[in-house]
């Protein structure tokens, strides 16, 4: 049972233009969602992540919207550069008594042509 | 200091070797996590340590053995793996508790090969 779906394996944009990434999710225990970005050969750089009470958190070029009703999260980036191609993930945490147990969707490989 | 380390960054052994992957933070998080990422997949959770005791193990074969001797380190020992465990192995860590406890900051990773 895959709780984290990301259902686009891949999106290629154009440099300067919005780049959006969809997530969404099953399990109504999630209460912080993140997104991370990963490099071939690195391990995930955390992104942006929102509380499940939120429904937008904004950082720099990068914002991320939730929609809790519809248990769908969407990542923006703007203006998107050619830097920012990689694959990147969405994550969604349950609170554990220790620690955190974060499950992942399956990325979507982000290509901004220039 | 958002860094986490890993070392070594390859490893090719036998079936019969055994060998270690480490780990090191310095953020003073006090969980740490194994996880194991295949080509192409999402990583997947293997261990969790919080306070330096096991917390959550994923139903790991005992091939897979984690160790945690201080706050800082944290330790995998593997013996007669197989060549499906051939994979990226990614350590992270986080706060226990606190507003940012979600956040986990993954090391570069351990690019292991099973002969």
């Known amino acids: 049972d895959q709780q984290v779906k990301q259902n686009s394996p891949s999106l290629s944009v154009q440099e300067g233009r919005i780049s959006i990434l969809n997530c969404d999710y099953t399990?109504?225990?999630?209460?912080?969602f993140l997104w991370y970005k990963k490099y071939p050969a690195e391990g995930p750089t955390f992104l942006i992540s929102i509380s499940s009470i939120k429904d937008k958190n904004e950082d720099g070029r990068f914002t991320v919207f939730l929609n809790k009703s519809a248990k769908h999260l969407s990542l923006h980036i703007v203006p998107s550069q050619p830097g920012d191609s990689a694959v990147y993930f969405c994550a969604a945490s349950a609170r554990e008594t220790s620690g955190s147990r974060l499950t992942f969707g399956e990325g979507t490989q982000l290509t901004v042509n220039p | 200091d958002t860094e986490v380390t890993q070392t070594p960054k390859h490893l090719v052994m036998g079936m019969t070797n055994k060998k270690s992957l480490k780990c090191e933070q310095h953020?003073?998080?006090?969980?740490m996590y194994w996880y194991k990422q295949k080509a192409k997949k999402p990583p997947e959770l293997m261990f969790v340590?919080?306070?330096?005791?096991?917390?959550i193990n994923e139903s790991v074969p005992s091939r897979f053995s984690p160790e945690c001797p201080n706050s800082s380190l944290l330790n995998l020992h593997l013996h007669a793996l197989q060549p499906e465990d051939s994979a990226l192995y990614l350590c992270?860590?986080?706060?226990?508790?606190?507003?940012?406890?979600?956040?986990?900051?993954f090391g570069p990773g351990t690019r292991l090969t099973v002969t």
């Open positions: 340590y919080s306070y330096e005791k096991l917390s």
């Open positions: 953020m003073g998080h006090r969980a």
């Open positions: 399990n109504s225990m999630f209460d912080y």
């Open positions: 992270a860590s986080s706060q226990v508790s606190g507003v940012r406890h979600y956040e986990q900051y």
